[in-house]
């Protein structure tokens, strides 16, 4: 599905961001990508969909190596490509509906998208997805109205309208509250499990990332320095990646996965408030 094979990124005069990063989604899983500032976790999930430019290197998705293709082609293959940014990015001037059916605008034709005619079905799928995230009933808000909670969700259901083969997120709980950041995680889990969409989650809560995640990669100083299952995450690894510290606060214990299987399966995101 996703394969990076010795990603790079330098910059002029500096140091380098990435040094030849590796690593394989071959199945629908939630991967968490966790480092501490400057590690390059922000750095390698754009560059998987060129939003910076990688020195060196392949980003394979399928077959194709995204790195090698021209203007047209990777506009293109970003339609396969869903990305949920920290800052939300969405058109504060525009409603909800409208900023979630943006989603769709590599597949209508301009005159349309100018139009904000959309086909009936991209409509219906708009509003499941916002029932689906917890927005229902705000279609015709203004995403300036909206909390940081709700314009996440937004992006969310943006980011997912596209029916993408691949989901990138950065940094989505960075500016929430504790519980909104369980609930976004949450959906983005269930969403990225329902549809089987290989999702890549650029996190900095280490809790989050083993709770809600499949697997964990931790990046230091631009480099791979774990890539295993979040089980696995242990004070031996945290040191790794991050240096010497006490994690026995940090690392999930037992009972904290239980529960967390259990609000996986038996919570539906649909029945929370859509204020967070």
């Not at 989050?208 to 964990?216: E, G, M, P, V």
Request: charged share 30%.
């Amino acid at each position: 599905m996703l394969e990076l094979k010795n990603i790079s990124k330098e910059y002029p005069k500096g140091p380098k961001a990435l040094d030849n990063v590796s690593f394989r989604v071959d199945k629908p899983q939630v991967v968490a990508i966790i480092g501490p500032s400057g590690a390059g976790k922000s750095t390698l999930i754009r560059c998987i969909n060129r939003l910076v430019e990688p020195s060196n290197g392949q980003v394979l998705l399928g077959e194709t190596d995204i790195v090698s293709l021209n203007k047209k082609e990777l506009r293109k293959m970003r339609r396969r490509i869903g990305m949920i940014f920290q800052e939300y990015n969405l058109v504060e001037r525009l409603t909800v509906m409208e900023n979630v059916l943006s989603g769709r605008l590599g597949y209508v034709s301009l005159w349309k998208a100018y139009r904000r005619k959309f086909p009936p079905q991209d409509i219906r799928d708009a509003f499941e997805l916002l029932e689906r995230v917890g927005l229902s009933g705000t279609q015709n808000s203004r995403a300036d109205a909206l909390s940081g909670g709700q314009r996440q969700r937004v992006g969310i259901a943006r980011a997912v309208i596209q029916a993408p083969d691949l989901l990138l997120v950065d940094e989505p709980t960075a500016s929430l509250d504790p519980k909104t950041s369980r609930q976004i995680m949450r959906i983005l889990v269930e969403l990225a499990h329902e549809r089987h969409t290989p999702t890549l989650i650029n996190i900095h809560d280490v809790s989050l990332a083993q709770t809600f995640s499949d697997r964990i990669i931790g990046l230091c100083d631009g480099s791979v320095v774990f890539d295993g299952p979040s089980s696995q995450l242990n004070a031996e690894v945290l040191t790794r990646i991050y240096g010497e510290e006490d994690w026995s606060t940090t690392i999930r214990k037992d009972d904290d996965e239980s529960r967390s299987k259990q609000e996986r399966g038996q919570k539906d995101v649909r029945g929370e408030a859509a204020a967070g």
